[in-house]
């Protein structure tokens, strides 16, 4: 069974083209057999008429005749003579008749001649069928020439027609995954409508859902970070209490279990922050990715000088994007979350922000083991943390930055670094150049 609607399509009227035809061929050809039999017979008619004029030698070929039209001149005489064969030509009526002679058919007309004399002009069947065949098939020539060009243009209406439905489908696949917007009905046609309109009708019922989803998401965490807080002061007022040694380290494992789980539920509201509906890039503020990447350097390079890594910058140059703040110091403090998390004691994270063409970058390498190829593509995905997981974070930091850039227009590429001196991670961020960098930059707070 032929599932492509296409394949369908094309077999059915490529079977239609063909019988129709082949009806057509038939027609024709016994059309063009039977005109050519009367063209020949109008030949010996005017054959017939210049012999009546004129002197011609009988059972001689008739001169300027084609010489494989084998048409010959038959003088019978006023009565029966010669051969049984002129005897019995002698018999027939004038007229054009079927006859035979020295044992194969002919086409013979027979006329009388005003003294009474009558002839015979003559010719086989055989070249005349052969004859009418050849015309029959000359004429079907083109006929058969049309068919595959019918099938050729077939072809090429059925995908002109089905290219809407195959840019439709293109269109759903270059969007990206949280993109729920309507598909639009103008320039489609008409018998796409219901489908259109059904698979619209499903991006709504999932924006709902996901809207659900990301509101449950942001008000548990909004509430189970209240009592997390609580359970945090309790925690640290219990430093100032003389307890045994064995309960302070079960204290510690404590307060460092609610640290997680606070840096979690962070985590989640950003990522319901980032994933609700904002307003266009043209219309955000401009924000300078370069004082925003220095502010959130600057706060982790405590952190960064403890575990003893070199945290600093190669390359820094003044950079406005359009963006709200908040979200460039997002993804900033989450690619440097994770590359902390990674690297090794005595490592380097070196941290670029430049402009290429028409381009904003941030650029980070680490030299932390990298990200297994086959993770590459699923590390964006809530949750995921990949083979070998470094530290404690939640898989969600590079979920909201892929998310945080796709707001803002931009493109996220991860690339591990394979060089004979350095190997880690490098992840380059290209955010849109802010349109109109002569006005006032807000600087991060």
């Known amino acids: 069974m032929i599932r492509s609607l296409r394949g369908r399509l094309f077999i059915g009227l490529t079977a239609i083209i063909i019988l129709t035809g082949a009806i057509g061929v038939m027609f024709v050809y016994e059309w063009a057999f039977g005109e050519a039999m009367e063209l020949q017979d109008s030949v010996l008619i005017q054959l017939a008429s210049v012999v009546q004029n004129g002197s011609f030698a009988s059972g001689q070929p008739l001169q300027g005749v084609e010489e494989d039209t084998d048409v010959w001149l038959i003088e019978l005489g006023k009565t029966p003579r010669g051969p049984a064969d002129d005897r019995q030509l002698f018999g027939l009526k004038d007229g054009l008749q079927i ?72 269109d759903l696949d270059a969007r990206r995954a949280d993109e729920l917007t309507p598909l639009p009905l103008s320039g489609t046609p008409s018998e796409l409508h219901p489908f259109i309109n059904s698979i619209n009708g499903l991006l709504a019922r999932i924006r709902s859902l996901m809207d659900q989803q990301r509101r449950f998401v942001a008000d548990a965490a909004h509430e189970l970070r209240t009592p997390i807080t609580a359970l945090s002061l309790q925690a640290e007022n219990l430093d100032s209490v003389d307890i045994p040694e064995a309960a302070r380290d079960r204290l510690a494992a ?59 910058f190669q390359l820094v140059e003044p950079i406005a994007v359009r963006a709200e703040p908040v979200m460039l110091t997002t993804m900033v403090r989450n690619l440097l979350d994770n590359a902390l998390r990674v690297t090794q004691r005595s490592g380097s994270i070196d941290v670029g922000v430049y402009r290429e063409g028409e381009v904003a970058v941030l650029q980070i ?81």
Do not use: W
């Open 365 to 445: 390498e680490d030299t932390g083991p990298g990200i297994a190829s086959p993770d590459l593509e699923r590390i964006f995905e809530p949750f995921f943390r990949g083979s070998y997981p470094q530290g404690e974070g939640s898989g969600l930091g590079l979920s909201i930055v892929k998310r945080v850039v796709e707001r803002l227009g931009g493109s996220i590429r991860l690339e591990n670094i394979g060089r004979a001196d350095r190997s880690g991670l490098r992840v380059t961020v290209r955010l849109p150049l802010a349109a109109d960098p002569s006005k006032e930059v807000s600087r991060v707070a």
């Open 254 to 312: 404590l307060r460092q279990g609610m640290q997680r789980t606070k840096h979690l539920l962070e985590q989640l509201l950003a990522l319901a922050r980032h994933e609700a509906p904002l307003a266009e890039a043209g219309e955000m503020p401009l924000a300078a990715l370069d004082g925003a990447t220095k502010e959130v350097v600057a706060d982790l390079l405590p952190h960064a000088f403890d575990r003893g890594i070199d945290l600093g």
């Open 99 to 170: 006859a035979t002679r020295k044992g194969q058919p002919i086409r013979v007309l027979l006329q009388t001649r005003s003294d009474g004399s009558r002839f015979a002009v003559a010719q086989p069947t055989a070249v005349r069928d052969e004859t009418a065949r050849d015309m029959a098939f000359r004429t079907l020539l083109p006929i058969a020439a049309l068919i595959p060009c019918l099938m050729l243009v077939t072809a090429l209406v059925i995908t002109r027609s089905l290219r809407p439905m195959v840019r439709l489908a293109g």
